[in-house]
């Protein structure tokens, strides 16, 4: 039914993406909101989550950083009023926004709730699944942006996936496991 205003949604967050204010680069729509977007649906099916709300809120939830780099360090509570003003422009009904507002303010672990919506569940576990599937990126932001020597990069990297695995739902962790255990073997090699 909405699916018109979720093409039109992609659209606007893939563009904010492209352009030259957003700090974090394209990668950031093909390595990171595509894939959120991706898990965060396999997991709504695995939850029974609102498909619709999951999807609508993966595509926004680091939409206020990529938009104003001066929104980064609180993009999740910025990026909730985003999702209000877009969806309402859409006239998208009121009790549907806040649950996406729910699952974007919630989404990085930071502000606390009794307990998580489905829909909230399957955005934060899908946004951490996306550190462990994406490591290239994880080290891209390692040794480029932040410009970290190959020890301090590769220890930032370990810690961020820890952190990560941390965050996961059992359904979310059941999907990466296999590969978190590659992913820090590989990291974590001394060479003999
Ligand atoms: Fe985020
Ligand atoms: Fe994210």
Known sequence: MYL???KEIEIIVENACKSNSN??????WSHHIVDVVKYAKLLAEKLNADTEIVEIAALLHDYAG?????????HHIYGAAEAQRILGEFNYPQEKIQKVKDC???HRGSVPMK??????????????????????SLLHLAYVQHGMGIDEGKEWV??????????LCPEAMEIVYEQYLKVR?????IAV
């Not at 700090?23 to 950031?28: D, K, M, N, V």
């Not at 399957?122 to 951490?128: G, P, R, V, Y």
């Not at 961020?160 to 941390?166: A, L, Y």
């Not at 073997?185 to 090699?189: A, M």
Request: charged residues 25%; glycine residues 4%.
């Open 158 to 167: 370990l810690n961020k996936i820890e952190r990560s695995m941390n965050k």
């Open 4 to 6: 018109k205003m979720i």
């Open 115 to 136: 307990k998580l919506s489905q829909e909230a569940e399957c955005i934060a576990s899908a946004d951490a699944m996306t550190h462990v599937f994406n490591v290239p």
């Open 104 to 106: 974007i303010i919630t």
């Open 23 to 28: 700090a974090f680069g394209y990668g950031i």
């Open 66 to 74: 990529i938009k104003d780099s001066t929104m980064a360090e609180e």
């Open 185 to 189: 073997d590989v990291l974590s090699r």
